[in-house]
T-cell receptor, first 117, second 112 residues
Framework: DTGVSQDPRHKITKRGQNVTFRCDPISEHNRLYWYRQTLGQGPEFLTYFQNEAQLEKSRLLSDRFSAERPKGSFSTLEIQRTEQGDSAMYLC???????????????FGAGSRLTVL | SQKIEQNSEALNIQEGKTATLTCNYTNYSPAYLQWYRQDPGRGPVFLLLIRENEKEKRKERLKVTFDTTLKQSLFHITASQPADSATYLCALQSGNTGKLIFGQGTTLQVKP
């Protein structure tokens, strides 16, 4: 297992187009997270899955954003009708579900950089 | 509202010196505080974590302190090397959801 994989690494699109990013987590990990990061800022939480269930979504995630994790394996993040403000690095991370009140250490992918023209 | 603050200005130090990075937070009661390293164009990489009931943790040249009264963590890199140059992120984990909230990061530049 080579860690968390994200595809594509870079995407340039025109405003109004739809884009989809894919994340393949570490196979033994049942939790999967999406974060967004802009230049000079830390990662901002978007959403997370435990197995195939989407358990939490940030208010940052407008209705143009949708994420899925069919069968609890890979995940996709789709952005519809992209806007210039969507330009960012989209990071995926995975982890083992921590024990009750246990530490949750995330393993991140290299990210998918989106540029909306 | 909840807030995490790290030094927004880059930290420049000479090789061999100790780098000290600060993470302050408000309106949180984190169960854990974690530190990650991020290189340009890459995802963050986990370095070290400390629990709410721990004061200090060490790993090789890294040391983290956690003061829940001051709501502050300090991250130290001793005998710094140019290869330590990167952005360092602190992250708080609250409760049982496992969700991490990140600070904006501090960029460290170690000069030979």
């Amino acid at each position: 297992d080579t860690g968390v994989s994200q595809d594509p690494r870079h995407k340039i699109t025109k405003r109004g187009q739809n884009v989809t990013f894919r994340c393949d987590p570490i196979s033994e990990h049942n939790r999967l997270y999406w974060y967004r990061q802009t230049l000079g800022q830390g990662p901002e939480f978007l959403t997370y899955f435990q197995n195939e269930a989407q358990l939490e979504k940030s208010r940052l995630l407008s209705d143009r954003f949708s994420a899925e994790r069919p069968k609890g394996s890979f995940s996709t993040l789709e952005i519809q009708r992209t806007e210039q403000g969507d330009s960012a690095m989209y990071l995926c991370a995975s982890s083992h579900q921590p024990r009750d009140r246990g530490a949750n250490v995330l393993t991140f992918g290299a990210g998918s950089r989106l540029t909306v023209l | 509202s909840q807030k995490i603050e790290q030094n927004s200005e880059a930290l420049n130090i000479q090789e061999g010196k100790t780098a000290t990075l600060t993470c302050n937070y408000t309106n949180y009661s984190p169960a854990y505080l974690q530190w990650y390293r991020q290189d340009p164009g890459r995802g963050p990489v986990f370095l070290l974590l400390i629990r709410e009931n721990e004061k200090e943790k060490r790993k090789e040249r890294l040391k983290v302190t956690f003061d829940t009264t001051l709501k502050q963590s300090l991250f130290h890199i001793t005998a710094s090397q140019p290869a330590d140059s990167a952005t360092y992120l602190c992250a708080l984990q609250s409760g049982n959801t496992g969700k991490l909230i990140f600070g904006q990061g501090t960029t460290l530049q170690v000069k030979p």
